[in-house]
Nanobody
Framework: SGSAAGVWGGLVQAGGFLRLSCAAS????????MGWFRQAPGKERNFVAG????????SYADSVKGRFTISRDNGKNTVYLQMNSLKPEDTAVYYC????????????????WGQGTLVTVSS
């Protein structure tokens, strides 16, 4: 069990940057595969980025490659999403998610989700 909370979204101008953080409540993230997803208004929730337990393996959606970076600090029990060169089309509610005890390098299954944080990119 456990949950994750994504925090520190906000409003930013196009071309700007923002960092999202996801801190776990009630569990240790160090053995979990973690991911970030986003859901734009009226659209489905889509994968953005994922990172394995050690941080050595990451994956990204094509739409964010080269602009976004996922990382983790297991000592702080936190996962980050650094978002650079933001575009209006990045506007969405961003969610972090975790797969418990999974040590593989990629997954499509997640066991728990954060409550989401809104990121708005103005043009």
């Amino acid at each position: 069990s456990g949950s994750a909370a994504g925090v520190w979204g906000g409003l930013v101008q196009a071309g700007g940057f923002l960092r999202l953080s996801c801190a776990a409540s009630g569990r240790t993230l160090s053995n979990d595969y973690m991911g970030w997803f986003r859901q734009a208004p009226g659209k489905e929730r889509n994968f953005v980025a994922g990172i394995n337990w050690s941080g050595r393996s990451t994956s990204y959606a094509d739409s964010v490659k080269g602009r976004f970076t996922i990382s983790r600090d297991n000592g702080k029990n936190t996962v980050y999403l650094q978002m650079n060169s933001l575009k209006p089309e990045d506007t969405a509610v961003y969610y972090c998610a975790g797969r418990m005890g999974y040590i593989g390098v990629i997954t499509t299954r997640y066991d728990y989700w954060g409550q989401g944080t809104l990121v708005t990119v103005s043009s």
